[in-house]
Each structure stands twice: as structure tokens, then as C-alpha cells.
Nanobody, 114 residues
Framework: QVQFVESGGGLVQPGGSLRLSCAAS????????MNWYRQAPGKERELVAS????????SYSDSVKGRFTISRDNFKNTVDLQMNSLKPEDTAVYYC???????WGQGTQVTVSS
């Protein structure tokens, strides 16, 4: 079945960096755009970054543009999110998924705090 396993979260100080990784399985990974989402406490889940199936096109929410970079490896079926210049408001559980899957992974917690 379709599965997403996120990793790489943790506690980081403001201004620091983290790299998240997502391993996907159960579908033809190279045929689908992939997305990173996040959900902060008490807030709705939001889309933060997307990447086209061939990796040629990326898009970002205004809140992370210029600080986050999404990338993918279609041989390893993974999608990463490099997060730089982290802010306390980036604190959230981060998830990856394509547009069509109905089930979410467990996510990975990112906490930005001094």
C-alpha cells in the first residue's frame, strides 16, 4: 500500500538548519509530484513545498520561500526538505505526501526554540 515515512526532525535553535527526508513506497514515485506539509499546534495543516515528478519545477509557500529547498531522488524514492534560517514559527509536525494519497505518514516533529 502507499506509505510515507518522514524523518530528520528535532530541536534546533532559531537561525539553525535541519534536513528532513521522506521515503515513499507503494506507487510509481517518479510519476507523481510530491509535497511537504506542516501542522502547527492548534492550526490547520498547510502546504509548504511542492516538486514536479521530474524535479524540474518547485514551488513554496510565502512563509518559507527563500529558506526551504525541496528536492527528490527518483531512484531512491525519496523527497527531502532542506530548511535553513529556521524561525520559532516553523515549529510543527512535517509530513510528505502526493496529492492523491488518502493516508498520511506519522510525520516528523520540528521544534525551533532557544
Amino acid at each position: 500500500q502507499v506509505q510515507f515515512v518522514e524523518s530528520g526532525g528535532g530541536l534546533v535553535q532559531p537561525g539553525g538548519s535541519l534536513r528532513l527526508s521522506c521515503a515513499a513506497s507503494g506507487f510509481t514515485f517518479s510519476s507523481y509530484a510530491m509535497n511537504w506539509y506542516r501542522q502547527a499546534p492548534g492550526k490547520e495543516r498547510e502546504l509548504v513545498a511542492s516538486i514536479a515528478p521530474n524535479g524540474g519545477t518547485t514551488s513554496y509557500s510565502d512563509s518559507v520561500k527563500g529558506r526551504f529547498t525541496i528536492s527528490r531522488d527518483n531512484f531512491k524514492n525519496t523527497v527531502d526538505l532542506q530548511m535553513n534560517s529556521l524561525k520559532p514559527e516553523d515549529t510543527a509536525v512535517y509530513y510528505c505526501k502526493n496529492y492523491y494519497a488518502t493516508l498520511w505518514g506519522q510525520g516528523t516533529q520540528v521544534t525551533v526554540s532557544s
